[in-house]
């Protein structure tokens, strides 16, 4: 198994073994994704699709938030190895993620 199947094999055993319930945004994705997980009732929610022949995954992040967000993706479940993004959007409505 490659590191890049290791890693999707085990955020989409997690998440549903996890995480089997609906959605709660009040706004629909801009795409239909093959994924999809409630992480926090009323505050988060994640889609995504993973295209194996591009190497590819596309995510998409609803979070009620007034401050930062971060999305991490691991190997192995914890944070050693962990790809991880952080995201925010500044006082002039500019969204950043990094």
């Given amino acids: 198994m490659t590191q890049l199947s290791t890693i999707l094999y085990l955020i989409t055993l997690s998440i549903v073994i996890d995480h089997v319930r609906s959605i709660s945004s009040p ?16 505050v988060a929610d994640l889609w995504w699709t993973i295209d194996s022949a591009k190497r590819e995954i596309t995510f998409e992040l609803h979070i009620k938030t007034i401050g930062w967000i971060a999305l991490g993706i691991s190997p192995a ?3 050693i190895g962990a790809d991880i993004g952080v995201g925010w959007v500044d006082q002039m409505g500019h969204l950043y993620f990094q």
Avoid: A, N, R
């Avoid at 629909?28 to 009323?42: A, G, M, N, R």
């Fill in 77 to 79: 479940g914890g944070m």
């Fill in 27 to 42: 706004l629909q994705p801009f795409i239909t994704y093959q994924h999809s997980v409630e992480l926090e009732k009323d």
